[in-house]
């Protein structure tokens, strides 16, 4: 396949600070298949990095987004207030857990990670922030400071918002434990730096995410995000949730973190799959808490946009009435049994995990010390060979090392067959 840049629009007038994982420009897209300007058609496991959760351009989300731009596009929302977003409120209220009954938006991932913040800090009136090794939270400075996967997202820029201190994730597979093992060894930690460094009563919050996303595609254990939730009640810490890539049903539950049997979150934040690519995100949290903050503290100009919410109302009842949070689960099932059925050719493959339609793929090698390392160039040659073959891909890791599918909610039986297919051939052209 010739994915060249020939057929290409001149990029050289973009900034070079945007670093392109494909060469690919798209001229239209629909469900799981992007038709490049070259003429080819990819398959697209990479959905805007998990935003086109109802495949691309699905034929409802279009005509409801278009009937809202004939209405209202833009009713700023601290000036008038819109029928979308009342209706979204409605609709999320169905599918929240229970008492998260108070809901603010914003545009961005990264804006409601910050809202959550500064929700947490007003309420507890704490100033520190815990997150977990690994974690990503958005690219505005606040959010980068919260950001520990990978130093790319803050180096250079610092100094960086003050108050954040993070504990270890349990990464089983990097410590070479068993997950159990490292659940244990985390909440350790976890205790250990609520003991020696950042006391309980100067914490205003936990911030994690349910499966890290550009992190490396680690599902969180429900024993550890067990663990946050009991120890968030017993010192009075906000228990926050960055649901931004693995919510919305991509996981196989309509959130990541309901994995966890009977942990609720005081506030979940979501934005990418909400809208089927119209940007537009949310926090919600208990009223009680949420009234902690001062009105007209957060807000925005574009925040939860009209037709961004239209767009949302008809992604939740698409999701519901085509049931595509089971079909995230089976097909997410599929994937990652076909990933390890082709994994053992490879052994620059180090794990292979994931849940729902989240699969990451991590490359290692060993050093000359004979010890496990990351392998990025693995990654990087795998993720490029994959274009070749029509098929999108990402890489995520702090070591750049791991390979991503994340293919739409809508994706078919005979996509992700057709997907690793496509995959095990990138394999053999980039390692074999
Ligand atoms: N949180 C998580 C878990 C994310 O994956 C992302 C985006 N990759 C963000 C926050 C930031 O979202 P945005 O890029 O919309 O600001």
Redesign the pocket.
């Known amino acids: 396949m010739t994915t060249t840049a020939e057929t290409a629009v001149p990029t050289a007038h973009l900034s070079p600070i945007l670093k392109q994982a494909t060469p690919v420009v798209v001229d239209h897209a629909q469900g799981s298949w992007i038709r490049g300007t070259d003429g080819n058609d990819y398959l697209d496991f990479t959905t805007g990095?998990?935003v086109t959760s109802t495949g691309h351009c699905h034929p409802r989300v279009v005509a409801a987004a278009q009937a809202q731009c004939a209405k209202v596009i833009h009713a700023q929302y601290t000036t008038v207030m819109h029928q979308p977003l009342l209706e979204l409120t409605e609709k999320l209220g169905r599918v929240l857990p229970p008492g998260l009954d108070s809901v603010f938006y914003a545009?961005?991932?990264?804006?409601?990670?910050e809202a959550s913040i500064r929700l947490a800090r007003m309420a507890t009136g704490r100033p520190n922030i815990i997150v977990f090794q690994g974690?990503?939270?958005?690219?505005?400075v606040a959010?980068a400071s919260l950001?520990t996967a990978g130093t790319k997202f803050s180096a250079g820029f610092s100094p960086l918002m003050s108050g954040v201190h993070m504990a270890p994730f349990p990464y089983a597979f990097r410590y070479g434990w068993d997950t159990d093992t490292a659940v244990d060894f985390a909440l350790r930690e976890l205790d250990y730096l609520l003991t020696s460094r950042v006391a309980p009563n100067d914490t205003a919050a936990f911030l994690i995410?349910p499966v890290?996303?550009?992190g490396g595609y680690l599902p969180t254990p429900p024993r550890f995000l067990a663990g946050l939730r009991e120890r968030a009640t017993r010192h009075g810490i906000v228990f926050i949730v960055?649901?931004?890539?693995?919510g919305f049903g991509r996981t196989g539950k309509f959130w990541g973190h309901q994995h966890a049997d009977g942990v609720v979150p005081d506030i979940i934040?979501t934005?990418?799959g909400l809208a089927s690519g119209f940007?537009i995100?949310a926090i919600a949290a208990p009223t009680e808490l949420m009234s902690k903050a001062w009105p007209g503290s957060q807000g925005g100009t574009y925040g939860g946009n009209a037709v961004a919410a239209a767009a949302a109302v008809e992604t939740i009842a698409v999701i519901e009435d085509e049931g595509l949070v089971e079909n995230a689960r089976v097909r997410g099932e599929q994937m990652l049994a076909g990933l390890r059925e082709i994994a053992p050719r490879f052994p620059r493959i180090g794990d292979v995990r994931g849940i729902g339609l989240m699969a990451g793929i991590e490359f290692v090698t060993t050093d000359a010390s004979g010890a496990t390392v990351p392998d990025s160039a693995a990654a990087i040659a795998v993720q490029q060979a994959t274009t070749g073959q029509g098929l999108l891909t990402l890489t995520c890791g702090p070591g750049g090392n791991v390979v991503r599918l994340i293919p739409a909610l809508v994706v078919t039986e005979d996509e992700i067959r057709l997907g690793l297919h496509r995959f095990a051939a990138a394999l053999d052209v980039a390692l074999g």
């Open positions: 990095i998990g545009n961005s991932g990264s804006e409601a990670v974690g990503f939270h958005g690219r505005t959010a950001t995410e890290l996303g550009d960055d649901e931004v890539q693995a934040i934005a990418k940007p995100s």
